[in-house]
């Protein structure tokens, strides 16, 4: 018989006080009468029983195990030992018992685990992990969550069922799934994907996160060969960009074998973000099957935001993204002979900037709209680039190309007297800051406080002081002059108040105008809107300017007339 003691050490990363143990080891077995490991804040764990042990080409001709684990009381806190950014700042009490016994080619695990009042942070959550409480049964090596839940913000997320836990040359296997993870009621998780990130890393700041609220429902069953998912994700109050961050390839793991049937949905504030694209979007996806085959089915539409191109930012009316599989075209009985598209992409949009520029004698300015409208098109290698197309609402017959240079940076300003160069020149900064600043860096930097919904930079053409009150002099200020940033929350699921500040001068030295905004997106298309200017009289040089209304963007479809009514079962079925 031995004895072993050790006054400190740890095991991987976990440390302890003190291990102490007595064992016997005879005949390719060994023996532990006595086994304890404490760490005074930590655990306190006990080993009883004896295992085979093949020691100096000693092997035991009984190779059944027989161990007794328990661990009375514990803290969730040593998992910070992991070093793990999936489980931070563990904290809570956990239990437990168990028995080892069977093979060393086929252990079997019986006992139970307990985890109470825990909570914890994780890489994927925005808000603490709390409340969590778990039981867990081991039954011939069959794991079942009898109880396990936890809140998050005012979110409460239940896990329910079980799968197979086996042991083979050392490594532990899962198999025979039937679990269901789901939030519970109307209110959803406060999750963060750092996977998928708003904007690039700029002047060495990380990017901020796609985050949001969503609820979903998720049910994993079949075996490790063949493991399937299916459910859905409403995505509520959402923020997200695309396409992924790219990350080495790591071991094969079971998202690789995952066959899916799964819905994504939009909610109340779903909103996509790119270097070129901020969008408010509506619609539902269907992803069926693996991940190397995909099938998908759905529609995004979107009837606000802006799209940033050549440099220029235009407001976004309507644009629609589908995704669907062509038809396998055949001749006779056989194929064309060309692979089929698993799936294809079309996309249609129609938005407008508005500038004002010279009148034709030159007295006054006039309003131009500029639209920008891409036909419907699938997103191909071929790609026709002459279905996207500029029209001026000023000058009808000017080229496509030729509108193009208006509404961007590439026009020649050698040519033009100083008013239109200046004229330019401003607006040319409000979109470069707008596309090259706003977009990637200062919306990270005001988006990862989690206190601002939406900002934007833009060139203000009617909005200014008195003359009077400005001043005369012309100063290197002047061609920065009318640009605001917009600072936007949304409060409920619809309700959004901003804050603009527009630069100007006060005797001709700068200053801001400050405006209130608010908007309501009262039916499809239909917004209701007011502004009010927060400086006095005596600030602005004239009387502070009060704005409100109605804007619309209907559009009216004549094929809608003859479309089939949907039935109630139909609409039900579509929301599913």
Do not use: C
């Not at 011939?140 to 799968?163: D, E, H, P, Q, Y």
């Not at 509404?407 to 800051?433: C, F, H, S, T, Y």
């Not at 001709?508 to 009010?532: C, M, N, V």
């Amino acid at each position: 018989m031995g004895d072993l003691k050790v006054a400190q050490g740890q095991v991987g990363a976990v440390p302890f006080d003190s291990l102490n143990s007595k064992f016997k080891w005879s005949e390719g077995i060994l023996y532990l009468p006595e086994f304890e490991a404490k760490n005074k804040d930590l655990f306190l764990l006990n080993l009883t029983g004896n295992l085979p042990l093949k020691l100096w080409d000693k092997e035991s001709f009984n190779k059944k195990i027989d161990l007794t684990l328990n661990v009375p009381d514990g803290n969730l806190s040593f998992l910070n030992y992991l070093e793990s950014d999936l489980i931070k700042n563990a904290k809570g009490n956990f239990k437990l018992n168990g028995t080892l016994k069977g093979t060393s080619i086929k252990p079997q695990l019986d006992g139970n685990l307990t985890i109470h009042d825990g909570e914890f942070d994780s890489r994927y959550l925005t808000q603490k992990g709390e409340n969590l409480e778990v039981e867990l049964l081991f039954n011939s090596s069959r794991l079942t969550f009898k109880k396990a839940k936890f809140n998050s913000g005012k979110s409460k997320i239940v896990l329910g069922g079980g799968m197979d836990v086996s042991l083979e040359d050392g490594e532990i296997h899962f198999d025979n799934f039937d679990f269901k993870l789901q939030t519970v009621g109307k209110k959803g998780i406060p999750l963060q994907v750092p996977e998928f990130p708003l904007s690039r890393e700029k002047l060495a700041l990380p990017s901020s996160a796609s985050r949001g609220t969503p609820t979903f429902y998720l049910h994993l069953t079949g075996n490790r060969e063949t493991p399937h998912m299916e459910g859905w994700v409403e995505l509520e109050k959402t923020l997200f960009s695309y396409p992924p961050i790219k990350k080495p390839k790591k071991d094969h793991s079971l998202l690789e074998d995952m066959e899916w049937d799964f819905v994504i949905r939009t909610g109340d504030q779903t909103t996509f973000q790119n270097e070129y694209v901020y969008a408010n979007v509506d619609g539902k996806i269907h992803i069926k099957g693996r991940h190397e085959n995909f099938s998908v089915n759905g529609k995004i539409n979107s009837d606000e935001g802006t799209i940033s191109l050549y440099g220029a930012k235009f407001q976004l009316k309507s644009a629609e993204l589908e995704i669907y599989q062509p038809p396998e075209i055949t001749l006779g009985k056989e194929n064309s002979g060309v692979p089929p598209t698993k799936n294809s992409v079309a996309l249609s949009f129609k938005a407008e900037q508005t500038s004002f520029i010279p009148a034709p004698d030159g007295t006054d300015k006039v309003q131009d709209t500029i639209t920008l409208s891409l036909e419907r098109t699938p997103l191909t290698e071929k790609f026709d680039s002459k279905k996207l197309t500029f029209r001026s609402s000023q000058h009808p017959t000017l080229s496509s190309e030729r509108v193009a240079m208006n509404a961007g940076l590439g026009i020649n300003l050698e040519e033009q007297d100083p008013v239109k160069k200046d004229m330019q020149l401003r607006q040319g900064i409000a979109r470069l800051l707008d596309s090259q600043l706003a977009s990637p860096l200062a919306r990270n930097l005001i988006q990862r406080t989690g206190f601002i919904d939406r900002i934007e930079i833009n060139q203000e053409t009617e909005i200014s002081r008195s003359k009077e009150l400005r001043g005369s002099e012309r100063t290197l200020l002047d061609p920065f002059l009318g640009h605001s940033i917009v600072l936007e929350k949304t409060f409920g699921a619809k309700l959004g108040i901003g804050y603009r500040a527009t630069l100007d001068k006060i005797k001709d030295r700068a200053d801001f105008i400050h405006q209130l905004e608010l908007r309501y997106p009262f039916y499809k298309g239909i917004w209701l809107y007011g502004s009010t200017e927060l400086d006095s009289k005596e600030n602005l040089g004239r009387d502070p300017e009060r704005r409100g209304g109605i804007k619309t963007q209907i559009r009216f479809d004549p094929s809608d007339l003859f479309k089939k009514k949907e039935s109630k079962e139909e609409k039900k079925e579509q929301t599913k």
